[in-house]
């Protein structure tokens, strides 16, 4: 499945104002709150800035001349944003059910980006609805497979969390441009590689993300793929549609026996 995108009408939504965000980062545990640099490059570190929740929460409001990029992390966690997010996939579930069979681990986040904030090159191992909400921004996707995304990578994530990406001269000309303005959408596919440079003025996105029967054992598949292969089996990346049932049912039981 490739990149696709949408239009919507949450742009106008409450829940979504800069007031409204503050609040939730006010509401949300101190730990689903960062705040990064926004004059990041790719390849280059996406440094954090503060992990102090309530500072964070005040810079929200006045974004544009922060030097920041905010990310609320799982607002599922906050009722009102949870029933946003579940009315939306109710609205989609019919379309997405029979591509990546039904949706499940629902979660959301808010990118408040200042002007110009450059999200270095990435992938993150769900699939994602991006909303533009307020701001424009220009979203480029990858295919998640090398030179942009290896084997290795993949399983590292898995294991340690890390999801930047090395950047290599030439990339910026060969991925897929979507340029975003409120109202658009765009679905990224589930890890493909991305960068994101916010436009002129202050941005405001929504993510919704998902996971599958499949991407849920492919994600455990490549948790147990270095185990296996040192033990001089095959295991490779686990390729859509087949779920990699063995591998997932031996990562759930080397973890219980502590291998994991
Ligand atoms: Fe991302």
């Known amino acids: 499945m490739s990149s696709a995108m949408l239009r919507h009408d949450l742009a106008p939504h409450p829940l979504l104002s ?8 006010r509401e949300l545990p101190p730990q689903h709150i960062e705040r990064r640099i926004a004059g990041a490059a790719n390849g280059g570190d996406f ?6 929740d309530s500072a ?17 992390r ?13 009315g939306l996939m109710a609205e989609l579930a019919p379309t997405i059910a029979p591509l990546t069979g039904p949706p499940q681990s629902l979660k959301g986040f808010v990118f408040i980006s200042a002007p110009d904030t450059l999200t270095p090159f990435h992938f993150d191992a769900e699939y994602n609805i991006l909303f533009q909400i307020a701001g424009d921004k220009d979203f480029v996707t990858y295919p998640p497979e090398p030179p942009f995304l290896s084997r290795d990578q993949r399983e590292a994530y898995h294991r340690a969390g890390e999801n930047m ?24 596919p589930y890890a493909a590689p991305h960068w994101v440079r ?13 996971q599958c029967d499949w991407s849920a054992a492919a994600a455990d598949a ?16 686990p390729e859509w549609p087949q779920q990699p049932r063995w591998r997932a049912l031996g990562c759930r039981a080397a973890r219980r026996v502590g291998l994991l």
């Open 198 to 210: 916010a436009g002129s003025s202050p941005s405001v996105s929504l993510s919704m993300t998902w």
């Open 165 to 188: 990406l090395p950047w290599q001269e030439g990339f910026d000309t060969r991925g897929a441009a979507h340029h975003l303005t409120p109202g658009d959408a765009l679905y990224v």
């Open 47 to 52: 440094a954090m800035i503060g992990a102090d």
């Open 74 to 86: 799982f607002v599922e966690q906050l009722p009102r944003y949870r029933d946003l997010l579940h």
């Open 18 to 25: 800069l007031p409204a965000l503050a609040d939730a980062a």
């Open 222 to 237: 490549l948790v147990v793929n270095p185990l296996l292969r040192r033990l001089g089996l095959p295991a490779g990346i």
């Open 56 to 72: 964070t929460a005040d810079i929200i409001p006045s974004i544009e001349t922060s030097g920041s990029w905010i990310m609320l």
